[in-house]
């Protein structure tokens, strides 16, 4: 068989024209796509692939690129980015106080007060003023009168706070400052446990300073603002006002003198100061009528042991922990001085047991107290340097 020369092909005139036709609507429809933009749908869900996978034609490169349809389908749909947004089970705030994690943190109040308020009108208008300090009182009726005397030294900028521990209270009644007081009324209790589940430091934090007193004391000689600007002159974040000389103490440290306005150490004893900077002779205050700062008090009240009531201890081995250095930090003011009269009804709440008195059976507990929070103490501080060493020597072996 030959082969076909190219002078022998004949292309008869209608193949001519289906050609033609076909080249000119490849050239036209060329020209028209070109002319128009990209456009992108946005589909149903319910038509979309269910591979969760969609091809995109990238406007730029023209490249075709694959993307998550839950992450593409989110941010093209506000409403469903918005209730996600919305959605309350997934707020978790660990710096939140423990328990409000679950809160956002706009809503959360980890501190209170003891301000009182009113049962109607705009809240935001309950408080004419709102009190700085503190001072409790831990009292019985028998003292009413000294009580009276004693809450009249202290001004608007104070909130009342009295502890009842022989369960009367109403005929406090009389006493028109008694009527914004805060009345605590549980029978046979001493300050110390009150203090442990009433005066929680996110109770009182409101306050700058905390006055912790016995019923007992003669104010005659004692200005309660006065006061305050001394302590606050001299930074003393735990102090008493001077006991009158003939107020009965065992120490000298708490006994007023009548030069100065405070004095942070004095002379003991032979024998009975070790180091002139460590209780009895420094960073020391009877318990009688301490006052604290708000930082002070936070630290204090987490050494107030639930079952030690009487509080034996804290001025000599426990409040010196709290604040640094201490005998610079502790002090007694002298320009405002108190009278211990003793004259504590509270010894009457004792149980008498097989004929003694009661008094004695609660100075029995007070000593046992003692020697109980100072093994405590001893044993704490025991169990943290010797978890320190451990530590230290546990991270030394890793290091080799």
Known sequence: ?????????????????????????????????????????????????SNG?????????????????????????????????????????????????????????????????????????DLQIKPKYLVTFTVGYKQKTNIDAAVKKFSENFTILLFHYDGQTSGWDEFEWSKRAIHVSVQKQSKWWYAKRFMHPDIVAAY????????????????????????????????????DQKSR????????????????????RPGW???????PCAAFVDLTAPVFSRDAWRCVWYMIQNDLVHGWGLDFIGLRRCVQPAHERIGVVDSHWVVRQSTLSLADQGQAENGTAGQKEILERSQTELVIFMHRMTNADKAYFEAMVSTQAHNSTRNY
């Not at 707020?91 to 809503?107: C, F, H, K, M, W």
């Open 208 to 243: 700058d300073y905390i006055f912790l007193w016995d019923e007992d004391l003669g104010l005659e000689h004692f200005d309660a603002e006065r006061y305050i600007k001394v302590i606050r002159k001299h930074k003393l974040e735990i102090s008493q006002p001077g006991l």
């Open 273 to 279: 100061c070790s180091d002139p900077h460590l209780p």
């Open 53 to 125: 996978v969609s091809v995109i034609e990238n406007e730029d490169s023209g490249h075709a690129t694959e993307i998550s349809l839950d992450h593409s389908w989110t941010s093209r749909s506000p409403q469903k980015r918005s209730h996600q947004v919305n959605d309350t089970s997934q707020i978790y705030v660990p710096s939140n106080p423990r328990g409000a994690e679950l809160l956002a943190p706009g809503i959360v109040v980890p501190q209170s007060d003891l301000y009182l308020r009113r049962l109607w009108g705009d809240p935001s208008q």
């Open 249 to 268: 103490t065992l120490w000298r440290m708490p006994r007023r003198r009548e030069e100065g306005e405070m004095h942070k150490e004095t002379t003991e």
């Open 1 to 49: 068989m030959g082969c076909i020369r190219s002078s022998e092909m004949v292309i008869r005139p209608n193949e001519m024209r289906l050609i033609t036709v076909s080249l000119l609507g490849v050239l036209f429809g060329f020209l028209i796509g070109s002319s128009f933009p990209i456009v992108n749908f946005n589909l149903p869900s319910s038509i979309l692939p």
